[in-house]
């Protein structure tokens, strides 16, 4: 088990930055970003396999966020770039020890979850 904490939300422009930061995940677990707006689903966002190897995003952000970690994941960290009012959700960070590559984009697939922070995108 890993405590998850995570930070950076807050109110941005459309067009502007916004950076998260997820502590707490470990080594050997795929950590990943998910988001939740009102009435939806929650879906993946960003994230790294297990190994840390592989980096993995969902169509929706590629090219405009970019997930980081300088620290063997203790840290993980969102770049978010070019906000869209879309993004508008709060952000969960994720980790689990079991997660196999072709489940990394599943949110059942974690057993470890943060609380989650808001990011408020204005048009």
């Known amino acids: 088990q890993v405590n998850l904490a995570e930070s950076g939300g807050g109110l941005v422009q459309a067009g502007g930055s916004l950076t998260l930061s997820c502590t707490g995940s470990g080594r050997s677990y795929a950590t990943a970003w998910f988001r939740q707006a009102p009435g939806k689903e929650r879906e993946f966002v960003a994230g790294?396999?297990?190994?840390?190897?592989?980096?993995y995003y969902s169509d929706s952000v590629k090219g405009r966020f970019t997930i980081s970690t300088n620290n063997g994941k203790a840290t993980v960290t969102l770049q978010m770039n070019n906000l869209e009012t879309a993004d508008t959700a709060v952000y969960y960070c994720?980790?689990?020890?079991?997660?196999?590559?072709?489940?990394?984009?599943?949110?059942?697939?974690?057993?470890?979850w943060g609380q989650g922070t808001q990011v408020t995108v204005s048009s």
């Open positions: 790294f396999s297990r190994t840390g190897y592989y980096t």
């Open positions: 994720a980790a689990g020890a079991r997660v196999i590559q072709s489940a990394l984009r599943r949110p059942d697939a974690y057993d470890n």
